[in-house]
């Protein structure tokens, strides 16, 4: 089938609908939505808060536990 023998240009069906791409957030190429990896740039693709990020409160609990641990194996 043509695209000349639609009637309505509504009724030709959106190519975009089926690509189960996305844009590259570092480089903007499209990328499979379920990669890992760029291939175009090499940047990682994560979801949600980065790996290397903590939350302030981990931090600070660890290093209290970790005072804590030295306080008490150096205070005996």
């Given at each position: ?42 940047e990682y693709l994560t979801t949600g808060v980065a790996a290397t ?24």
């Amino acid at each position: 089938m043509h695209d000349d023998d639609w009637d309505d240009p509504e009724d030709i069906p959106d190519e975009d609908d089926d690509d189960p791409t996305i844009p590259c957030p570092a480089c903007g190429q499209p990328i499979f939505e379920d990669s890992p990896r760029c291939p175009a740039c090499g940047e990682y693709l994560t979801t949600g808060v980065a790996a290397t990020s903590r939350p302030p409160w981990v931090v600070l609990t660890v290093l209290v536990c970790l005072a804590l641990a030295a306080w008490w194996i150096l205070g005996r």
